[in-house]
């Protein structure tokens, strides 16, 4: 634990509801469902001391946890040692659709 203080997950949820990191998670399965599972596991235990290139930031508070498998999950901190997830996909090339960009940084935005 980073500091010796474990932070909690929390989901991001839409006014209806709905928490799209969830929704992603629950359509992996095998290595990547693995995969995002350890991610969260090592963000929970790191927080903000979690670096390349398991983390990237994206810039103004936006985080990306980054698998060697290609799954992706958006994140963001807050304070008491939270971190709320926003969303996931599998990336399957070099950069960021920017659609999802977009999408997260809303996301964010409302959190």
């Known amino acids: 634990m980073a500091n010796g203080v474990a932070w ?4 991001y949820r839409t006014a ?3 928490a799209p990191a969830q ?3 629950a359509t992996l399965d ?3 469902a ?3 599972v350890a991610l969260l596991a090592y963000v929970r235990v790191r927080g903000q ?3 390349e290139p398991r983390s990237k930031s994206l810039g103004d508070g936006l ?3 980054r698998g060697r498998h290609g799954v992706r999950l958006f994140y963001t901190f807050r304070s008491g040692h939270r971190i709320v997830v926003l969303d996931g996909i599998v990336k399957k090339r070099q950069d960021i659709p920017v659609n999802v960009l977009a999408r997260v ?7």
């Open 63 to 65: 985080f990306e946890l």
């Open 8 to 11: 909690s997950i929390e989901w």
């Open 30 to 32: 095998g290595p990547l």
């Open 16 to 18: 209806r509801g709905e």
């Open 23 to 25: 929704t992603f998670l």
């Open 49 to 51: 001391a979690l670096r």
């Open 105 to 111: 940084r809303a996301y964010q935005q409302t959190v």
């Open 34 to 36: 693995e995969e995002a």
